[in-house]
């Protein structure tokens, strides 16, 4: 059960600090915490058997980086919104543009051309 834990709480917390880099970091808080409260499990249950490993506190450093990485990432970046008022004339100048080739087009059906299609 212990070793278990300890597998659980590297797999967790190795997948928070993927996520902590990775743009997607705010995601990176439920491997922590899973981390923490498998690791918290581990440590208590080999602390009953008088043998702390080096892993499970490996663990606990692992995703308290994570969690600073997180957390620094969260307060110091911003997301900029560009000019929408740029994008909004050039998607009507295209639209224009768009209309315009398809006025210049010359389509004729023939009404006998379309009495020979037959639809099953």
């Known amino acids: 059960m212990k070793?278990?834990?300890?597998?659980?709480?590297?797999i967790a917390s190795i997948f928070a600090v993927i996520f902590s880099v990775l743009p997607i970091s705010n995601?990176?808080?439920?491997?922590?915490?899973?981390?923490?409260?498998?690791?918290?499990?581990?440590?208590y249950l080999s602390k009953k058997e008088g043998q702390v490993k080096k892993i499970i506190q490996f663990t606990f450093l692992l995703t308290i980086?994570?969690?600073?990485?997180?957390?620094?990432?969260?307060?110091?970046t911003t997301t900029e919104i560009a000019d929408t008022q740029a994008i909004e004339a050039k998607e009507v100048k295209l639209e224009?543009?768009?209309?315009?080739?398809l006025e210049d087009l010359d389509i004729e059906?023939?009404?006998s051309e379309l009495e020979d299609i037959s639809f099953e």
């Open 96 to 101: 224009e543009e768009s209309l315009e080739e």
């Open 27 to 43: 995601l990176a808080i439920f491997p922590a915490i899973a981390a923490l409260i498998f690791g918290l499990i581990a440590f």
């Open 65 to 76: 980086v994570a969690l600073a990485l997180t957390t620094y990432k969260a307060i110091f």
């Open 3 to 10: 070793k278990a834990l300890t597998i659980l709480a590297l």
């Open 109 to 111: 059906i023939d009404e």
